[in-house]
């Protein structure tokens, strides 16, 4: 079965700094996009970063741009997602996602989310 | 960037019913890097359609894609009690890549 599992998450406080990682399992994963996608309690889904299959290609959201950085390790099986400077605003449930091709970055199999909380 | 504006915000519709989501892009993005997602309360987003018209695999053929340029819409042409839930579109075409804010289908 196609699957990914988020790990991660955690309560840090203003200004500290988190990472976040997903573990893949059913598909090869070099051959597949990778993305995260965040979403705050009772809001939508907001887009954060996304990555290539051979992380030849990053792409941010404005609001995390400078701030996290979204990496991948082929050869061990795992997506990173390395957020600092965290804000109040940062805080939501992450989601990793699989894309469905490549370089196509639309999202066919997603994780349960791990949560972010920021609070002092 | 890229702006996608979904309408209605709220669609309430009885089982049986035709329901039209709207989903406006400004500026363009090409159809290919264009899908819809549902999302029901308490699980996570599910692939619908992508390439604007093509249905993900598993997906009842009462869900339907269509549109270009800057108009895409989503059908549904009998709405089931399993289909109430939030529809989300999303572009790739340019980053930052983006969603809409979503429509809620309500009964």
């Known amino acids: 079965e196609v699957q990914v599992l988020e790990s991660g998450g955690g309560l840090v406080q203003p200004g500290e700094s988190l990472i976040l990682s997903c573990a893949p399992s059913g598909f090869i994963f070099g051959d597949y996009s990778m993305s995260w996608v965040r979403q705050a309690p009772g809001r939508g889904l907001e887009w954060v970063s996304s990555i290539s299959g051979n992380a030849g290609s990053t792409y941010y959201a404005a609001a995390v741009k400078g701030r996290f950085t979204i990496s991948r390790d082929n050869s061990k099986n795992v997506l990173y997602l390395h957020m600092k400077s965290l804000r109040a605003d940062d805080a939501a449930i992450y989601y990793c996602?699989?894309?469905?091709?490549?370089?196509?970055?639309?999202?066919?199999?997603w994780g349960q989310g791990t949560t972010v909380t920021v609070s002092s | 960037e890229i702006v996608l504006t979904q309408s209605p915000g709220t669609l309430s519709l009885s089982p049986g019913e035709r329901a039209t989501l709207s989903c406006r892009a400004s500026p363009s993005v090409s159809h290919h890097y264009l899908a819809w997602y549902q999302q029901k309360p308490g699980q996570v987003p599910r692939l619908l359609i992508y390439g604007t018209s093509n249905r993900f695999p598993g997906i009842p053929d009462r869900f339907s894609g269509s549109g270009s340029g800057t108009d895409f819409t989503l059908t549904i042409t009998r709405v089931e009690p399993e289909d109430f839930a939030v529809y989300y579109c999303q572009q790739f075409g340019d980053s930052p890549f983006t969603f809409g804010p979503g429509t809620r289908l309500d009964i």
């Open positions: 996602a699989k894309g469905t091709t490549y370089y196509y970055y639309n999202m066919d199999v």
